[in-house]
C-alpha cells in the first residue's frame, strides 16, 4: 500500500472510532465566582470563558450540548465550570514568571434511582514570555484553555469509568494515568466494591490533605467498610472536637462490635462534653439500626414457609 493510501486510512480509521464513541448530552453549561467577573487577568469576561469551554467540549468530540427543553429521557448531564483563581507565581530557577488559572468542574444528572454528582478539578500554567500587560493576558488565556482542556478529558474519563465493569475498574486500578486510576476507585467504592477498601484506608494517611480524608472518610462510612474503623480510631487520636466528631458520625454509620466497643468509650469517658454527646448520638442510631434490622430478619424468617 502507498504511504499517502496507508496514512489517509489510518486517519478514517481513527476518525470512525471516535465517532463511534459515546456522546454525553450536557446541558448548557453554568458559570460560578467571583473570579470571573472584572477580572483584568484573562481580559474577557465570564462569556468569553463560557465560549472557550464550549470549544473544549466540542473538540473532544464526546459532548453534545442539549437545550433544557430536550426530551427527559436524554437525562442530560449538568456542569457546572468553576475558576476559583487566576494568578501569577515565580518559580526557582526560572526567569519567567508563570500565569496559573484554577477550575473547578461539577457534573450532575437527575431523573433515576438517585441523583448522580462528580467534581473534577484541574490546574493550567504558561510562561509569561513578554514582561507586558498584554504579554501577562496572552499567558493567562494560554493557562485558562489549557485547564479547560484539562476538566474536559477528565469529564470523559470520570463519566467513561461509570459505564465500566467492576473488573474492568480493578484493571484500571494499575493504570499508569493518575486520573484513571482515581475514578475507577471513585466508582467502586460508589458501587461498594471490596477491592475500593484497602486503597481508601491507605489514603488517610495523607493528613497533608484534609478534604481529600474527610472525602474518604465519607466514601468508607458510605461503603460501611468496617475493615476502616481502627484506622479511624487511630485518625482520631489528637484531633480538634470538631474533626473528631466528623470520625465518630462515620464509625456509627460503619457499625460493627468494634465500633460499637469505641462509641460506648467515648460516649462514657472523652474530656470534651460535645464529643461525648455526639459519641452517644452515634451509639444510639447504631443501635436502632441494629434492632430494626433484627426485627425485620425475624419478621422474614416468620414469613417464610
Same mark, same amino acid.
Given at each position: ?14 476518525g470512525?472510532c ?8 450536557v ?6 465566582g ?7 487577568l ?6 468569553g ?12 468530540g464526546?459532548?453534545?450540548? @442539549? +437545550? *433544557?427543553?430536550?426530551?427527559?429521557? !436524554? &437525562?442530560?448531564?449538568?456542569?457546572? $465550570?468553576?475558576?476559583?483563581?487566576? /494568578? ?21 444528572r437527575?431523573?433515576?434511582?438517585m ?17 507586558s ?24 474519563l ?11 475498574? @480493578? +484493571? *484500571?486500578?494499575?493504570?499508569?494515568? !493518575? &486520573?484513571?486510576?482515581?475514578?475507577? $476507585?471513585?466508582?467502586?467504592?460508589? /458501587? ?7 486503597l ?13 480524608v ?6 468508607l ?10 484506622a479511624?480510631?487511630?485518625l ?15 464509625v ?53 414457609p
Amino acid at each position: 500500500m502507498k504511504p499517502a493510501l496507508l496514512l489517509t486510512s489510518c486517519v478514517l480509521f481513527f476518525g470512525a472510532c471516535r465517532s463511534q464513541a459515546p456522546r454525553y448530552p450536557v446541558a448548557p453549561v453554568e458559570l460560578s465566582g467571583t473570579t470571573l467577573r472584572d477580572n483584568a487577568l484573562l481580559g474577557f469576561g465570564p462569556e468569553g470563558v463560557r465560549d472557550l469551554f464550549d470549544d473544549a467540549l466540542e473538540s473532544s468530540g464526546r459532548f453534545e450540548v @442539549v +437545550a *433544557d427543553e430536550s426530551p427527559k429521557k !436524554s &437525562r442530560p448531564w449538568r456542569l457546572s $465550570l468553576e475558576v476559583p483563581f487566576t /494568578r501569577e507565581v515565580l518559580k526557582d530557577g526560572n526567569p519567567h514568571s508563570y500565569a496559573e488559572v484554577g477550575a473547578n468542574l461539577s457534573l450532575e444528572r437527575f431523573g433515576g434511582n438517585m441523583p448522580q454528582r462528580y467534581e473534577v478539578v484541574g490546574l493550567g500554567e504558561a510562561a509569561v514570555e513578554v514582561d507586558s500587560a498584554e504579554g501577562r493576558r496572552a499567558a493567562m488565556r494560554s493557562a485558562l484553555e489549557s485547564v479547560l482542556r484539562q476538566v474536559t478529558e477528565s469529564a470523559v474519563l470520570q463519566l467513561a469509568a461509570l459505564e465500566r465493569t467492576d473488573e474492568a475498574l @480493578v +484493571a *484500571d486500578l494499575q493504570a499508569s494515568d !493518575s &486520573r484513571i486510576r482515581e475514578f475507577a $476507585l471513585r466508582t467502586l467504592a460508589e /458501587r461498594k466494591h471490596p477491592a475500593a477498601a484497602p486503597l481508601l484506608i491507605e489514603r488517610l494517611k495523607d493528613t497533608g490533605d484534609a478534604e481529600q480524608v474527610r472525602r474518604t472518610i465519607g466514601a468508607l462510612a458510605e461503603m460501611k467498610a468496617k475493615s476502616a474503623v481502627p484506622a479511624l480510631i487511630d485518625l482520631a487520636r489528637g484531633r480538634d472536637s470538631g474533626f473528631l466528631q466528623e470520625i465518630v458520625f462515620a464509625v456509627g454509620e460503619i457499625g460493627g462490635p468494634e465500633a460499637e466497643a469505641y462509641l460506648y468509650t467515648v460516649a462514657q469517658g472523652h474530656d470534651t462534653p460535645s464529643v461525648q454527646a455526639a459519641a452517644q448520638q452515634a451509639l444510639d442510631t447504631l443501635y436502632a439500626s441494629r434492632n430494626h434490622a433484627t426485627a425485620e430478619a425475624r419478621g422474614q424468617s416468620h414469613a417464610d414457609p
